[in-house]
């Protein structure tokens, strides 16, 4: 079976799938308008990426292609109609990267109560201000025991998020489209309902409130001015899942107006390549722990996805099935 791997793959991924008979064209330098070119020229069937963009018109270019394969959990960066109507299926690696996921958000969550990067800058500026940073009251550290943290989106990454939030004595409230009372208590958190109106009140109540939705048409900008206007002021704000969940101009305005303080790892403006120029206007705000969509970038996180790309493959050699499906 050809396969073309269009994004940066673990080595083990690569290796595994040369162990199984694959033909392996490992081209992560492509650029996205140039995907059907390097599928066409592979006559690969199988088809593998992280980051990269495929849109609508790389698939109508694609001859050949029976399966894409999203190696990470989200795969808002396929276009998935398009794919359906080509015929092609798409399979996502879910869950494998959930722990990743979850201890940067944690880790964003003490950043922000701790104010580390804002701490690390005067360092690096030459200054030494424990009067600042050790002082307490407004703009000062709380401390994460005790306090209430909301979980938005109870997936394999919201469930981690709780686990260990938990393991730092917080209080949490679980709020997504499907979770129930039961499944709450299992968690060990409080039930924050299922609905807008009972998300808003999550968002009032709520110390500190990390994201974890997928991106979709129906998630677009979900924590927007409403949702913010009903936040604590000076709460903390973390989203490790897609920049689109949250209206970021909006968030600024809070950031300011309120003293929100927000940890993010996606952005709505962020680049589809994995590195390049990037002028992210909220990360000039004070308050902010920045990172550049890392949360599922551990070593550990990547093996596991690339043990379920070879696995998927394999299957789908083995026996003509498709494992994780999306469309
Ligand atoms: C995911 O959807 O699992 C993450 O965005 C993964 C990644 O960054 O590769």
Redesign the pocket.
């Known amino acids: 079976m050809k396969i073309v791997v269009a994004d940066k793959f673990e080595r083990v991924g690569l290796d595994g799938l040369a162990a199984i008979g694959c033909n392996v064209t490992n081209a992560p330098e492509t650029p996205a308008d140039g995907l059907a070119a390097v599928v066409n020229d592979a006559r690969a069937e199988v088809l593998v990426v ?2 990269k963009k495929v849109t609508a018109l790389s698939i109508e270019g694609m001859r050949g292609v029976r399966l894409i394969i ?6 808002d960066n396929i276009d998935l109609n398009a794919a359906t109507a080509a015929g092609i299926a798409v399979a996502n ?1 879910p869950g494998m ?1 959930a722990v990743a ?1 979850a201890e940067l958000a944690i880790g964003h969550l003490i950043n922000l109560d701790r104010r580390i990067p804002e701490q690390t800058i005067a360092a690096r500026e030459g200054k030494w201000d424990k009067k600042e940073f050790g002082r307490t009251g407004t703009g000062g550290a709380r401390g994460l025991k005790g306090s209430t943290l909301g979980v938005v989106g109870c997936g394999a990454i919201g469930r981690a998020v709780i686990k260990r939030a938990l393991a730092f004595e917080m209080r949490v409230i679980a709020w997504s489209r499907s979770i129930t009372k039961d499944h709450a208590k299992d968690l060990g958190a409080e039930w924050g309902g299922n609905d807008t109106p009972a998300l808003h009140t999550l968002a009032s109540v709520c110390d500190a409130i990390s994201i974890h939705l997928p991106g979709a048409s129906d998630t677009k900008h979900l924590i927007g001015r409403e949702f913010l206007s009903k936040m604590k002021p000076g709460a903390y704000l973390v989203n490790t899942s897609r920049g689109s969940v949250i209206d970021e101009a909006a968030l600024r305005d809070a950031m300011v107006s309120k003293g929100i303080r927000a940890g993010l790892d996606v952005f709505e403006n962020q680049p589809a390549e994995p590195q390049g120029a990037w002028t992210c206007q909220t990360a000039k705000l004070s308050g902010v722990s920045i990172t550049h ?5 551990t070593e550990q996180a990547q093996n596991a ?1 690339a043990e379920e790309v070879v696995r998927i493959v394999r299957v789908l050699k083995e026996t003509g099935t498709i494992e994780n499906r999306v469309n």
């Open positions: 992280r980051s999203r190696a990470g959990a989200g795969y690696c990267n996921v969509h890392s949360g599922a970038g996805v």
